[in-house]
């Protein structure tokens, strides 16, 4: 029987518990804190993160939401810094991507490492690396949530990561090595790529191309996760072609896969990072 691997109903579950968590912590005295960062005037990055604002309240948590609509590399860098020295915030997001101009690599490397709840800073992405215990990035946490919450086991199988971002394949291909299991990274330019899917036990894509992967590209019992998104209109189409659910032993639907869990993960890196 195939599995669906269900964001929506595992986000609520995951909501109830970390809200349960803010209120202990709030009874020995400890309020969450989470600091939003927002640069430059893009409405959809916008609306994002009020949302984040939004659900964090929703669980007692409390969130900053800070604006920077013109700011310079050396402004949000000190910015960061304060935010870093600021005892009632435990965690600091930096919403990507920044305004046009300003250093991605600046901001997440000015986050101290203990605050870094959203995983993209170069410490937190080489302990990821090293297997050390650190805060991963959203992505690569929804991903292993959903397979502790479904009982799938992500050691000793074959993964094949297709995509090579920052804050998701990369770090999750890092994870994988430190699994009992085998990885495969490719882009999707790849001349090869057919062919490495068709090999995978685990499949993760975040091609943004609408229903890419076929059914006769996989094998039966393939587990499939798609992280890509492609619009038209007021529709959003996945990497993967509906047909491959068929052939799969589990697969994450889009929408409501990985995609409602982000802010959830964040929220619980959170509530991690003030009990620490």
Known sequence: M???LDGRETTEKVMEEVAAEVGALKAKGITPGLALVLTGDDKYSARYVNLKKKRAEGVGIYAELHHLEQTTDEELVAFIHRLNDDPKIHGIMVQLPLAEGLSELKAVDAIAPEKDVDGLSPNTLGKVLMGEETYPPAGVEAIMELFRRYNIDPNRKHWVIVGSSNFLSKPLAASVMNLSSNVT???EGCPH?????????VISTEM???HFVKADMVKEG????DNGNTYEGK???GDVDPEV???ASAYTPVPGGTGPMLIAMLL???VKAASN
């Open 245 to 247: 659910y068929e052939k």
């Open 222 to 225: 393939v587990i499939v996760i």
């Open 268 to 270: 619980k890196a959170t």
């Open 185 to 187: 990274q490719v882009d």
């Open 2 to 4: 195939t599995i669906i």
């Open 235 to 237: 529709k959003v189409y």
């Open 193 to 201: 790529i057919a062919e490495q899917i068709k090999d995978a036990d």
């Open 208 to 210: 943004q191309k609408k």
